[in-house]
């Protein structure tokens, strides 16, 4: 009987079997004749691919200047599919900014990485920077030249598409490159440049050696020069070294900063050359001896320069005495040679003020003389200064000034209502109580209901003597969140 059974079980299995291997052939032909459902991501837009991958670039702080790696975004964007390829391809916005860092001679990235990503930024404006970071000890110069040479020599040849632009080095001397670049033209779309040659490393702050004249004569540093003459759009300008560049900045300039060798009569026709110019520093006038016409410029006028920042190694009179600045709000003077202070009663600071009659909101002299009773006469002309900060370790800030920040001896008719920021450093020569009067008199529900504005920050440096008073009305202030700090020099 169970033979019998096994027969029949073994006949029906020999029917059915190929009855199901025949569904199962149909159903594997039918499932690869169907294309498998799409994943969301490949149903996007191009447009919309191409915005998601520029989110993907490594951030940095200013997401400005990116090190091309074969280990992040864009590159390896490229390696995920077909169409993920052909979208970064497509996409030059992904490959045209680089930083490119050399240390003793070594290079991040490699040449032929950097020639791939400039390949790939089609006709794309380029944001690049170099910086060129070398220990004082470095063994082969020759090294760093090359691999300078070479990625500067690569990076001139698109000099046409510079928009953004910074090259930087601890020691200029080895910002040099072999002959055979060519002549610098065509930089027509650079919008922003910086060239610092004395900027920190890890190993510290390198002075320049002014002496060796490492930056005044070469290839490396007339090439850059050449480069301000055929910026046309330029609007950005920071240049640090000892290469003199006043004449060949653009007149399209909005915003600089030179830390060069500076004449005065320089500065005078930068600033009347360029009419667009909103905020400008100069630091390094007078810092060596550069050519100066006998017949300074005179009756220097710019509508539209906001911030000047002026720090000198020779008197700042004759700049102040020929320009007029209707429109300053920033005014920022400085003199760090104290041979180069001249006289208070010759200083042009006062005149120069009355002359512009500015909407000046910050004033800041640091070892500037000026006439105490003549300054306090032009600040009451200027009743919208909301940060003073008079350093002067040579000249004497007395009661008369300090009595007029408290509104003079009847408390009304504030200097300078609007002040908030106050910093009287170096000598102010008054009595114990003095401060303490003018601070009592400017922190008062009375007073801010006349709108005088509230202190924010209070610094106050005293010639000599015992100022208990003064401290403990510091000391109130700081109790009530202001930043508020007192010195005596001498006691």
Not at 354 to 360: I, K
């Amino acid at each position: 009987m169970s033979d019998f059974i096994l027969q029949g079980a073994s006949s029906l299995l020999d029917f059915v079997f190929p009855l199901v291997r025949d569904e199962d052939v149909v159903d594997e032909e039918e499932k690869q004749s169907t294309p498998p459902p799409p994943f969301p991501i490949t149903l996007l837009p191009p447009e919309l691919l191409s915005e998601i991958f520029l989110h993907c670039l490594p951030a940095t702080i200013t997401r400005k200047f990116l090190r091309p790696t074969k280990y992040a975004a864009p590159l390896t964007l490229t390696a995920v599919c077909t169409h993920w390829r052909f979208i970064a391809l497509s996409t030059p916005a992904l490959w045209a900014s680089m930083s490119i860092h050399c240390y003793s001679g070594h290079l991040r990235p490699k040449l032929p990485l950097l020639k791939l990503w400039i390949a790939r930024s089609g006709d794309r404006l380029l944001d690049w920077q170099l910086l060129v970071d070398q220990p004082e000890n470095i063994r082969d110069p020759a090294a760093v030249r090359k691999a300078v040479g070479g990625v500067l020599g690569v990076l001139w040849g698109e000099v046409g598409r510079w928009q953004d632009v910074k090259i930087g080095a601890t020691q200029a001397k080895f910002v040099a490159w072999e002959a055979g670049i060519g002549a610098v033209a065509g930089a027509g779309m650079l919008e922003a440049f910086e060239v610092d040659m004395n900027m920190e490393s890890s190993f510290g702050f390198h002075e320049l050696d002014i002496n060796q004249n490492v930056l005044g004569s070469g290839p490396a540093m007339d090439h850059l020069v050449r480069v301000l003459e055929g910026a046309e759009a330029l609007k950005t300008l920071k240049w640090r070294g000892s290469t003199a560049v006043a004449a060949v900045v653009p007149g399209t300039v909005t915003e600089m900063i030179l830390d060069a060798p500076l004449a005065v009569a320089e500065c005078l026709e930068i600033i009347g050359r360029c009419g667009g110019l909103e905020k400008c520093t100069f630091n390094g006038v007078g810092r060596l001896w550069v050519g100066m016409p006998r017949d300074l410029p005179q009756g220097v006028r710019n509508t539209n320069l906001q911030a000047l920042r002026v720090e000198a190694e020779s008197n700042v009179a004759a700049l102040l005495g020929a320009m007029t600045l209707p429109g300053l709000r920033t005014l920022s003077l400085a003199v760090t040679s104290r041979e180069a202070r001249g006289d208070a009663a010759a200083s042009n600071l006062v005149g120069f003020l009355h002359r512009s009659s500015p909407p000046l909101e910050e004033l800041v002299l640091e070892n500037v003389p000026f006439v105490e009773s003549e300054l306090v006469g032009c600040l009451k002309e200027l009743g919208k200064v909301v940060v003073l900060d008079i350093n002067d370790e040579h000249g004497v800030i007395t009661k008369a000034m300090v009595g007029e920040l408290g509104g003079g001896s009847e408390g009304v008719g504030f200097l300078c209502p609007r002040l908030e920021v106050m910093k009287l450093t170096g000598r102010v020569a008054c009595e114990d109580g003095v401060v303490a009067r003018m601070l009592n008199r400017r922190m008062n529900a009375e007073s801010w209901a006349a709108g005088v504005a509230k202190l924010k920050v209070v610094h106050v440096e005293f010639h000599a003597g015992f100022h208990i008073q003064d401290f403990e009305a510091v000391k109130r202030l700081r109790e009530d969140g202001v930043v508020a700090r007192a010195f005596v020099k001498y006691i």
